[in-house]
């Protein structure tokens, strides 16, 4: 299985807005609802930001939103703050029952 | 709150054998989730590696499958992972973790470097 394409790194000033993209195929983002991203800290686990699509888990901030179109689905940052500089990963479930990852981006806030 | 924690030697040989062991506690091995294995290699992205239920079926990412076995111990809340035949590529930390179409849930990871 391939992983799905991200863009290697992306950056905004606090306060702005950032989308991040993850382009898969017909038979992994565009088969189903279950898209998630991961956000992950240097050093640490990563952390799920974003599950089947646009749900948020608990905890998580709401300036993070998630969408998806066809084989593509994206991540939305509103508001970008410090903190959320970090590296971020989607993932979907595919038509073969595995799970793939996209190759990963990194958010620099200015 | 379900907690993760990964044992197993942080050096291996290679073509020797990677074995880890993923104790859980706050949730049940025998619960309906799915009980997954992640890796990333040093400086780069995450690979999916697999996972495993309650009954012992697994999935395996298409490019492991020929040497990896995923294995689960419900007497003593665990899971494990083994991988056959490994080489300095193998080098990563590994995640256990607990899934349900997602992974909701994340060790926090453990180094194995192959390495003579």
């Known amino acids: 299985q391939s992983a799905l394409t991200q863009p290697a790194s992306v950056s905004g000033s606090p306060g702005q807005s950032i989308t991040i993209s993850c382009t898969g195929t017909?038979?992994?983002?565009?088969?189903?609802?279950?898209v998630s991203w991961y956000q992950q800290q240097p050093g640490k686990a990563p952390k799920v930001i974003i599950h089947d699509v646009t749900n948020r888990p608990s905890g998580i901030s709401h300036r993070f939103s998630g969408s998806k179109s066809g084989n593509t689905a994206s991540l939305t940052i509103s508001g970008l703050q410090a903190e959320d500089e970090a590296d971020y990963y989607c993932?979907?479930?595919?038509?073969?029952?595995?799970?793939?990852f996209g190759g990963g981006t990194r958010l620099t806030v200015l | 709150q379900v907690q993760l924690q990964e044992s197993g030697p942080g050096l291996v040989k290679p073509s020797g054998t990677l074995s880890l062991t993923c104790g859980v506690s706050g949730d049940s091995i025998s619960s309906s989730n799915w009980w997954s294995w992640v890796r990333q290699p040093p400086g780069k992205g995450l690979e999916w590696i697999g996972e495993?239920?309650?009954?012992?079926?697994?999935t395996y990412n298409p490019s492991l499958k020929s040497r990896v076995t995923m294995l689960v111990d419900k007497s003593k809340n665990q899971f494990s992972l083994i991988l056959r035949s490994v080489t300095a590529a193998d080098t990563a930390v590994y995640y256990c973790?607990?899934?349900?179409?997602?992974?909701?849930?994340w060790s926090q990871g453990t180094l194995v470097t192959v390495s003579s």
């Open positions: 973790a607990r899934a349900r179409g997602y992974i909701y849930d």
């Open positions: 495993v239920n309650h009954s012992g079926s697994t």
């Open positions: 993932s979907s479930y595919t038509r073969s029952t595995t799970l793939v």
């Open positions: 017909s038979s992994d983002v565009g088969a189903y609802n279950y």
